[in-house]
């Protein structure tokens, strides 16, 4: 069956550290895959987008990684700040539309 | 610029009644789709449409009805509201149907079925 697994439901990591989270998908062919951020009580916000032809991908202080032989997006962010706490959501194309994890809530502690 | 826009916000129904959760774009985007939230599940793909006039199912269809009769909205119908209804639901855009383009989602409606 089609999974799409991010690492863990909760990160917690200190300021100024490096966040990485996991996607991982199975049984997907996925052209591209995405990344949102979601706070509590709002819509996903888009923030980077990776295709299959790309390894890396950097946004100021985000970086997506791809690779389509282990079935794999890992995103960074780097520098972290407690702002940066919030859901991540990665999202793939999944042939007819886009399929999404079930995310995993990043907290940055001061 | 509004973006998209969805109401209500909030709402609770009884068992078997039906409602409409509505959902407007301003972006003159073709594509617009409507998701379910929740916990522990991922955004689900409820329907989606390409243009005014075509509509598919997505992933979860059962008790939902959709009808895109312009460009700029994109309404969801419970028809008959079951517990396992109750959901966040997110109605997001984008410019065009598989281009990798980002999809720009509502604030979402929170339902709950009693």
């Known amino acids: 069956s089609q999974k799409i697994e991010q690492n863990s439901e909760a990160l917690n990591i200190q300021e100024g550290k490096t966040a990485t989270l996991t996607c991982n998908y199975t049984n997907y062919s996925p052209a591209y895959l995405q990344w949102y951020r979601q706070d509590p009580g709002r819509g996903p916000v888009f923030l980077l987008l990776?295709?299959?032809?790309?390894k890396e991908k950097r946004k100021e202080r985000l970086k997506v990684t791809f690779d389509t032989t282990l079935k794999q997006s890992l995103f960074h962010i780097t520098a972290s700040q407690p702002a940066d706490s919030a859901t991540y959501l990665c999202a793939l194309d999944g042939g007819n539309d886009m399929r999404f994890g079930a995310g995993t809530r990043l907290t940055v502690k001061p | 610029n509004a973006g998209v826009t969805q109401t209500p916000k909030f709402q609770v129904l009884k068992t078997g009644q039906s409602m409409t959760l509505q959902c407007a774009q301003d972006?003159?985007?073709?594509?617009m789709s409507w998701y379910r939230q929740d916990p522990g599940m991922g955004l689900r793909l409820i329907h989606y449409?390409?243009?005014?006039?075509?509509?598919d199912q997505g992933e979860v269809p059962n008790g939902y009805n959709v009808s895109r009769s312009t460009t700029e909205d994109f309404p969801l119908r419970l028809l008959s509201a079951a517990p396992s209804q109750t959901s966040v639901y997110f109605c997001?855009?984008?410019?065009?149907?598989?281009?990798?383009?980002?999809?720009?989602f509502g604030e979402g409606s929170r339902l709950t079925v009693l």
């Open positions: 990776i295709r299959e032809n790309e």
């Open positions: 449409s390409v243009g005014a006039g075509i509509t």
């Open positions: 997001a855009s984008s410019t065009e149907y598989r281009t990798a383009g980002e999809l720009f």
């Open positions: 972006m003159n985007h073709e594509y």
